[in-house]
């Protein structure tokens, strides 16, 4: 089965379309952001995760005025490799989550457990997009109804919190500040 998502961000002009491919063996992502923030940007990322929505691995690739760049994040059995090489300093990272998209956000809302006040804290191997770079970096995830939850950054961008809608897949429908799902 396959799903075609687009987001377009509110606190710019910019759109992601997204293809969502379930197999039994897994879950592949391709997309495609444009952005005319940070001087403008195209950046695709590839994500495949496995049947329980854990992330593998995720590609990505950036074109901008500077050139063109490349980023491989892969998870090991003890850890995270980027670009081929071990990261330690991303040991017990549980999910990556990219920046410039509100898809790795459906990563630990599957995880969160229901009911209101529910919450769920975890570090990510957070990859900033327009720079290609990686750091761990801490969030949390707090239930706040059906459909509903609250994001609180607890690492690299500390205070930041922000209402995210969410349909029955776990997908972000609307990310306060900054995304907003397209029909």
């Known amino acids: 089965m396959t799903r075609v998502l687009f987001w377009q961000r509110i606190d710019l002009p910019g759109l992601e379309r997204l293809e969502l491919s379930a197999e039994p063996e897994g879950i592949t992502a391709r997309s495609t952001v444009l952005c005319q923030g940070e001087g403008g940007f195209r950046l695709d990322h590839v994500w495949q995760l496995s049947p329980d929505w854990r992330a593998l691995s995720v590609a990505v690739e950036r074109w901008d005025a500077q050139g063109h760049g490349r980023l491989l994040l892969e998870r090991t059995d003890d850890g995270w490799r980027v670009d081929g090489l071990p990261r330690p300093d991303l040991d017990g990272a549980e999910e990556p989550d990219l920046s410039v998209t509100p898809f790795c956000n459906s990563f630990p809302i599957?995880?969160?457990?229901?009911?209101?006040?529910?919450?769920?804290?975890?570090?990510?191997?957070?990859?900033?997009?327009?720079?290609?770079?990686?750091?761990?970096?801490?969030?949390?995830?707090?239930?706040?109804?059906?459909?509903?939850?609250?994001?609180?950054?607890?690492?690299?961008?500390?205070?930041?919190?922000?209402?995210?809608?969410?349909?029955?897949?776990?997908?972000?429908?609307?990310?306060?500040?900054?995304?907003?799902?397209?029909?």
């Open 110 to 183: 599957r995880r969160l457990p229901e009911g209101p006040g529910a919450s769920l804290t975890l570090d990510t191997a957070f990859i900033d997009g327009p720079a290609l770079t990686v750091a761990r970096s801490r969030q949390r995830y707090h239930r706040q109804g059906p459909g509903r939850c609250r994001y609180v950054d607890l690492g690299l961008s500390a205070g930041f919190e922000a209402d995210l809608q969410i349909d029955d897949d776990g997908l972000v429908l609307r990310y306060e500040h900054l995304f907003e799902r397209l029909d």
